[in-house]
């Protein structure tokens, strides 16, 4: 029994053992799991800690560099703050500044100068500016007025387009057009039949239709050289364009009529064209075959006769005068006899001199010629113009005028060009002598005379000139001389125009000094003599100083 429930106890015991071992083994499956899983937390939460490590690394650099980054703004701000109150910016900022300024004034300045056409004229003689003449015709203009400019496609920025712009500016009644013959081949052939040259213009007024066509050809002066070349020494396009505007503005236009049949002189070219362009009109009158001067006569002109005038002549030209005529009278030196000529100046108060007029005054002649005077210009409104632009008058081979010794009431003389007392009359034209000899007249003399007589309420004008030489294209070429001046204020006096044109040509010509005998060796002796003493005498000082020292 016992050994029964010792058996059973060994049983039991062998089935506790493998229990226990079960436990034990189940224990440490259970232990080995735990571990396991223990390890794997573990693993995990190293893993995570690893994660926020990075995370807080990266959140810790990502502050680091906005801090840096801010701090890198700070400086770049401070340091742009700084370029913006260096000294170097201010200098460069006002020199930008300063440019910006000027850049603007130019433009501003190039815009306003395209509108308001503010150029300034250099040339010596103003030849884009347009005179006052030119400014109180257009002025006064009434009518509408069309300034055709005929010109191709490389013509049309041309000078002489710049000078006619310059007129639509002074006044609202003038349009400027460029007409280009190629495109418009009929347009001048309603104005002319000629074939317009390129630089032409034509002058329209649209109200009545009046034209005028004005060559570029006149719009320049020439002369010619010894081989007969042609050679441009001044422009008129001023004078031509606005004679035009005033010939077909105008209803009433002066004529003149220049007296032939006595060899009488023609007027030169200079003051031919100087009268045409004024819009004055110039026929010639033989009064042998007239009964009369001619009613629609402004003013006779009688040049230099050479041979006598008939009584009946004469009595033409008295009855023409005083019905309130107006004449100019060029004398000259004739060995002819006169009587009938000298009679109809004795009528006006004024008598010839036998010779030719001498001056003895050095200077009142031109250098090297006593037979070319240089009057004394007296105060008239014919003579105001060269007196106010002081020019020099020159009168070659001139009569001595003097005034009659009695004159009727109704007759004043004024005096317009007068010698020295120095100057005397050479009756003996053989004589190779300029001194005064016996037989010659004594002086002064009168060179230009106005006379002025009133007959029934009607007022004659004459001027006398005391050489027709006085117009000669030799002497009238000269612009700094006043001859032609002289002749076309006379032109404008007698014939009482208010707006007759007086505009010269523009020279391109070198301008020459006219000098007096006297003016000539005081500036001689001083270009010989004096300069070259001044050099000498300053030289001399120099060296003494420097050996003193």
């Known amino acids: 029994m016992d050994k029964k429930y010792e058996d059973i106890e060994d049983s039991q015991k062998e089935l506790s053992g493998e229990d226990v071992n079960e436990t034990n083994h189940s224990n440490d499956s259970i232990a080995n799991t735990s571990t396991l899983e223990e390890s794997s937390n573990n693993e995990s939460i190293k893993s995570e800690q690893d994660a926020l490590e990075e995370i807080s690394r990266e959140i810790l650099e990502e502050r680091t560099n906005d801090s840096t980054e801010k701090k890198n703004k700070k400086k770049l701000s401070i340091k742009i703050k700084d370029s913006f109150t260096s000294r170097k910016f201010r200098s460069g900022a006002y020199?930008?500044?300063?440019?910006?300024?000027?850049?603007?004034?130019?433009?501003?300045?190039?815009?306003?100068?395209?509108?308001?056409?503010?150029?300034?004229d250099l040339s010596s003689n103003s030849i884009f500016t347009l005179t006052k003449t030119t400014k109180n015709l257009v002025k006064n203009i009434k009518d509408d007025v069309t300034i055709y400019y005929i010109a191709g496609e490389n013509s049309q920025k041309d000078q002489v387009k710049e000078i006619?712009?310059?007129?639509?500016?002074?006044?609202?009644k003038i349009k400027v057009e460029t007409k280009d013959p190629v495109l418009y081949p009929t347009f001048t052939s309603a104005y002319t039949s000629d074939d317009v040259a390129d630089k032409s213009v034509i002058v329209v007024n649209n109200k009545t239709k009046a034209?005028?066509?004005?060559?570029?050809?006149?719009?320049?002066?020439?002369?010619?050289?010894?081989?007969?070349?042609?050679?441009?020494?001044?422009?008129?396009?001023?004078?031509?364009?606005?004679?035009?505007?005033?010939?077909?503005?105008?209803?009433?236009?002066?004529?003149i009529y220049t007296l032939e049949g006595h060899n009488e002189a023609e007027l030169g070219t200079t003051i031919t064209n100087a009268l045409k362009k004024q819009n004055v009109s110039i026929s010639t009158l033989k009064l042998l075959s007239k009964d009369a001067v001619p009613?629609?006569?402004?003013?006779?002109?009688?040049?230099?006769?050479?041979?006598?005038?008939?009584?009946?002549?004469?009595?033409?030209?008295?009855?023409?005068?005083?019905?309130?005529?107006?004449?100019?009278?060029?004398?000259?030196?004739?060995?002819?006899?006169?009587?009938?000529?000298?009679?109809?100046?004795?009528?006006?108060?004024?008598?010839?001199?036998?010779?030719?007029?001498?001056?003895?005054?050095s200077n009142n002649y031109m250098s090297g010629n006593p037979a070319y005077l240089i009057p004394t210009i007296e105060s008239h409104d014919i003579t105001?113009?060269?007196?106010?632009?002081n020019k020099a008058v020159v009168v070659p081979a001139a009569k001595g005028l003097q005034q009659v010794d009695t004159l009727r009431s109704t007759l004043t003389i004024d005096k317009l060009l007068t010698t020295s007392d120095s100057a005397f009359s050479k009756v003996d034209m053989n004589s190779s002598s300029y001194q005064k000899e016996d037989n010659d007249i004594s002086g002064p003399f009168n060179l230009g005379v106005l006379a002025t007589d009133k007959y029934n309420n009607k007022e004659s004008k004459v001027v006398i000139y005391a050489?027709?030489?006085?117009?000669?294209?030799?002497?009238?070429?000269?612009?700094?001389?006043?001859?032609?001046?002289?002749?076309?204020?006379?032109?404008?006096?007698?014939?009482?125009?208010?707006?007759?044109?007086?505009?010269?040509?523009?020279?391109?010509?070198?301008?020459?000094?006219?000098?007096?005998?006297?003016?000539?060796?005081?500036?001689?002796?001083?270009?010989?003599?004096?300069?070259?003493?001044?050099?000498?005498?300053?030289?001399?000082?120099?060296?003494?100083?420097?050996?003193?020292k």
């Not at 402004?298 to 030209?317: M, R, W």
């Not at 294209?473 to 007759?500: E, H, P, R």
């Not at 300053?538 to 003494?544: D, E, H, N």
Request: aromatic residues 10%; charged residues 25%.
């Open 95 to 120: 020199s930008t500044m300063i440019s910006a300024v000027v850049i603007a004034i130019v433009l501003i300045f190039n815009l306003i100068a395209g509108e308001l056409d503010l150029k300034v």
């Open 164 to 172: 006619v712009d310059k007129y639509k500016t002074l006044s609202s």
């Open 211 to 255: 034209y005028k066509y004005v060559k570029y050809s006149d719009m320049l002066q020439y002369t010619y050289d010894s081989s007969y070349n042609p050679q441009v020494t001044g422009v008129d396009v001023e004078g031509q364009i606005t004679s035009a505007i005033q010939y077909v503005t105008s209803t009433d236009l002066p004529k």
């Open 295 to 361: 009613e629609d006569c402004s003013l006779l002109v009688i040049n230099g006769p050479i041979y006598d005038f008939t009584k009946e002549e004469v009595e033409k030209v008295k009855a023409y005068l005083e019905k309130g005529g107006k004449a100019i009278i060029l004398a000259d030196y004739t060995k002819e006899s006169m009587p009938n000529f000298s009679d109809l100046l004795e009528y006006y108060g004024v008598k010839l001199c036998d010779g030719v007029v001498i001056e003895g005054d």
């Open 384 to 389: 105001k113009s060269i007196s106010d632009d």
């Open 467 to 548: 050489s027709s030489y006085l117009i000669d294209d030799k002497m009238t070429q000269y612009d700094q001389l006043g001859n032609s001046d002289l002749f076309i204020s006379t032109v404008n006096y007698l014939t009482d125009k208010q707006n007759n044109l007086s505009i010269p040509v523009r020279s391109l010509e070198e301008k020459h000094v006219t000098l007096t005998s006297t003016e000539a060796n005081t500036w001689g002796t001083i270009a010989v003599f004096i300069i070259p003493l001044m050099f000498l005498g300053t030289g001399i000082v120099v060296t003494l100083r420097r050996r003193k």
